[in-house]
């Protein structure tokens, strides 16, 4: 079974949340949207909000995990001429004043282009943490994991209510820092309710590893934040936050809205545990 290592900031922040009683809120936010210049306050706002880890989404011109509001926000991101490079730029700037986690969120072709050991190298020295790529295939991660993780870095990979035992062992095993689960199937965004899968992929994945265990896709409430941090080590919001920076684009303060709304989705995880 795989162990956590707290080499890293990941590992070092659940490690902390683990003996503070608590659960880890992740938030994603897609780099680059609505401008690049408006990433790094974002950053801020979700910390000041709760948020204890940050997935930078790579914008991607296919992004076929994502729904309907990851998708624009990836178009508005392209448009303003976000690229891997200016995300590292963006990471220095965030390293100036905070030592919150940075994960990395990208499909597999950008990746590609820029080259594992490169991007390991130069991801490293800027302050990213760890790489999670929605898109490669577990069965073929064994040399690009060997390469990011030689730089340092995490890699995340995510478990399904879909995947074959198999294939959750290989998530185990090339997954460090946390495994992320999918709590349906499907694209990104919000929903209602919690998926009734979500639990039972939990007890599944528990057999193959003792990596913390993050759940998202489809938590949008302080509710969904609470019920599933009854059973997860942590709690993933994307598209809600994604969405609210959408709503407000025409705002003179985006950053102060995200963050209202990042404490409301944080609120049961500051609430005493017994």
């Given at each position: 079974?795989?162990?956590?290592i707290?080499?890293?900031?990941?590992?070092?922040?659940?490690?902390?949340?683990?003996?503070?009683?608590?659960?880890?809120?992740?938030?994603?936010?897609?780099?680059?949207?609505?401008?690049?210049?408006?990433?790094?306050?974002?950053v801020?706002?979700?910390e000041?909000?709760?948020?204890?880890?940050?997935?930078?989404?790579?914008?991607?011109?296919?992004?076929?995990?994502?729904?309907?509001?990851?998708?624009?926000?990836?178009?508005?991101?392209?448009?303003?001429?976000?690229?891997?490079?200016r995300?590292?730029?963006?990471?220095?700037?965030i390293?100036?004043?905070?030592?919150?986690?940075?994960?990395?969120?990208?499909y597999?072709?950008?990746?590609?282009?820029?080259?594992?050991?490169?991007?390991?190298?130069?991801a490293a020295?800027?302050?990213?943490?760890g790489?999670?790529?929605?898109d490669?295939?577990?069965?073929?991660a064994?040399?690009?994991?060997?390469?990011?993780?030689?730089?340092?870095?995490?890699?995340?990979?995510?478990?399904?209510?879909?995947s074959?035992?198999?294939r959750?062992e290989?998530?185990?095993?090339?997954?460090?820092?946390?495994?992320?689960?999918?709590?349906?199937?499907?694209?990104?965004?919000?929903?209602?309710?919690?998926?009734?899968?979500?639990?039972?992929?939990?007890?599944?994945?528990?057999?193959?590893?003792?990596?913390?265990?993050?759940v998202?896709?489809?938590?949008?409430?302080?509710e969904h934040?609470?019920?599933?941090?009854?059973?997860?080590?942590?709690v993933?919001?994307?598209s809600?936050i994604?969405?609210?920076?959408?709503?407000?684009?025409?705002?003179?303060?985006?950053?102060?809205?995200?963050?209202?709304?990042?404490?409301k989705?944080?609120?049961?995880?500051?609430?005493?545990?017994?």
């Open positions: 079974m795989s162990t956590t707290a080499a890293t900031r990941i590992g070092r922040l659940f490690e902390r949340c683990a003996n503070e009683n608590r659960k880890a809120f992740i938030a994603y936010l897609t780099a680059g949207d609505p401008t690049c210049e408006a990433t790094v306050p974002l801020r706002a979700l000041r909000g709760g948020a204890d880890l940050i997935e930078l989404g790579v914008p991607f011109s296919d992004p076929i995990a994502d729904g309907p509001v990851v998708q624009r926000a990836s178009e508005r991101a392209l448009q303003a001429g976000t690229t891997l490079e995300i590292l730029e963006m990471v220095r700037e390293r100036r004043e905070s030592e919150i986690p940075l994960l990395l969120f990208s597999l072709n950008p990746v590609l282009h820029y080259g594992y050991n490169r991007l390991g190298r130069e020295a800027a302050g990213v943490d790489i999670l790529l929605t490669l295939s577990v069965e073929e064994e040399a690009p994991v060997r390469q990011l993780r030689s730089h340092g870095l995490d890699t995340v990979f995510l478990g399904a209510p879909t074959s035992e198999r959750l290989l998530v185990a095993k090339h997954s460090s820092g946390f495994v992320y689960l999918v709590s349906r199937t499907g694209v990104t965004g919000e929903q209602a309710s919690l998926s009734a899968q979500a639990i039972p992929l939990i007890e599944r994945m528990r057999r193959h590893t003792d990596l913390p265990l993050a998202g896709f489809g938590i949008s409430q302080p934040v609470a019920e599933v941090a009854r059973f997860a080590d942590g993933v919001v994307g809600a994604v969405k609210t920076i959408e709503a407000n684009l025409g705002s003179a303060d985006v950053p102060s809205a995200v963050e209202a709304f990042t404490r989705l944080t609120a049961p995880l500051r609430e005493p545990r017994p």
